[in-house]
Nanobody, 126 residues
Framework: QVQLQESGGGLVQAGGSLRLSCAAS????????MGWFRQAPGKEREFVAS????????FDEDSVKGRFTLSRDNAENTVYLQMNSLKPDDTAVYYC???????????????????WGQGTQVTVSS
C-alpha cells in the first residue's frame, strides 16, 4: 500500500504561483511513477503531469506545459508540482496518484494509478 497526502493548495490571483506537495508513505516510493491529476466542478478528472522514478516528466501539452514543472525528492518521499502563470482555468481539486514503475500503461491514464491522495483545492481568481 502507498499512502499519499497532498498540500500546498489555496487561493491565488491569475498570474501567480503555487507549489503543491505530495508526501508518500508505505511501499517503496522511489520505485513508483507519480502523477498529478485535477478535477474542476462538473468536469472529469484530467491528467496534469507525471514523473518516473528517474525523474522523467510528462505533461499535458495543451494545458500546462511551459507553466508547470514537476520534481521529486526520493529521500524525502515527496513530489512537487510547481505551478506558475496560473489561470482561472487551472481552478480545480488537484490529486496526487502513484503506480508501480513496471506499469506500462499511458501516463495520462487515471485508471492505471491504484493509489490516490485526498486532493487539495487550487482556486485562481481573475
Amino acid at each position: 500500500q502507498v499512502q499519499l497526502q497532498e498540500s500546498g493548495g489555496g487561493l491565488v490571483q491569475a498570474g501567480g504561483s503555487l507549489r503543491l506537495s505530495c508526501a508518500a508513505s508505505g511501499r517503496t516510493f522511489s520505485r513508483n511513477t507519480m502523477g498529478w491529476f485535477r478535477q474542476a466542478p462538473g468536469k472529469e478528472r484530467e491528467f496534469v503531469a507525471s514523473i518516473t522514478w528517474s525523474g522523467a516528466n510528462t505533461f499535458d501539452e495543451d494545458s500546462v506545459k511551459g507553466r508547470f514543472t514537476l520534481s521529486r525528492d526520493n529521500a524525502e518521499n515527496t513530489v512537487y508540482l510547481q505551478m506558475n502563470s496560473l489561470k482561472p482555468d487551472d481552478t480545480a481539486v488537484y490529486y496526487c496518484a502513484a503506480r508501480s514503475a513496471l506499469n506500462s500503461n499511458p501516463y495520462n491514464s487515471a485508471a492505471s494509478y491504484p493509489y490516490w491522495g485526498q486532493g487539495t483545492q487550487v482556486t485562481v481568481s481573475s
